[in-house]
């Protein structure tokens, strides 16, 4: 009777350990901010991810990752001068899949990000806080990308991604025709490993 309990509560989590398959993806990322009077996906940085996915169909299924990444803003103006915007997110994508023309897969949602770090400089040093306004502490933003199986557990991808919610205001000091605040706009390439 005890052995049948035991399985009896074993059991579910035996069924959806395997229904969830995890895996493990990095690449670099290329970035610019919209609203920051520079243009051009010209900061580069890393991110990294551990992830899960809850299949569906043979087709769809869920993608549900933790990831660290790297986004921001650079703008060379000569070889002394320069601004950059480091910042760093901690970041939950939770994304449908569809896979077609069989090794190939299409993803899309949202990803739920909370700053951990963030550095505004110029040649001179960091930006006083008068010069720096502050950063929101989380950002949402929106997701899309493309997976290749180059093998048959890894590959690679590609993935943008663009603020829905602002990562700060800007105020009267704003572009023109955007003073509703700065948005991340980000381009992702990785490869990526199934366990």
């Known amino acids: 009777m005890k052995g049948l309990v035991v399985v009896l509560l074993l059991f579910p989590g035996v069924v959806l350990a395997q229904l969830f398959k995890g895996g493990v993806q990095g690449g670099i990322t290329m970035s610019q901010v919209d609203g920051d009077r520079y243009a051009g996906f010209n900061k580069t940085g890393i991110w990294g991810e551990l ?3 809850y299949p569906f169909t043979a087709n769809t299924s869920l993608h549900i990752g933790l990831s660290g990444v790297q986004k921001g803003s650079f703008q060379r103006f000569d070889p002394q001068d320069y601004y950059r915007m480091s910042l760093v997110y901690a970041e939950i994508p939770i994304l449908y899949q569809y896979r077609f023309l069989g090794k190939a897969i299409m993803e899309g949602g949202l ?3 909370i700053l951990v770090h963030s550095r505004e400089e110029t040649e001179l040093g960091p930006l006083a806080p008068i010069d ?4 929101n502490f989380f950002e949402l933003s929106a997701q899309v990308g493309v ?3 180059i093998w048959k557990q890894a590959g690679a991808s590609v993935k943008y ?3 829905i919610t602002p990562i700060r205001g800007t105020g009267p000091s704003g572009t023109y025709r955007r003073v509703s605040g700065q948005y ?6 990785a490869l990526f490993y199934m366990f």
Do not use: A, D, I, W
Not at 132 to 135: A, D, H, I, N, V
Not at 184 to 189: D, I, S
């Open 51 to 53: 992830f899960v996915e």
């Open 111 to 113: 990803g739920f990000g």
């Open 184 to 189: 991340n706009n980000l381009l992702q390439l």
């Open 132 to 135: 720096s306004p502050k950063f």
């Open 147 to 149: 997976k290749y199986y």
């Open 161 to 163: 991604s663009y603020s």
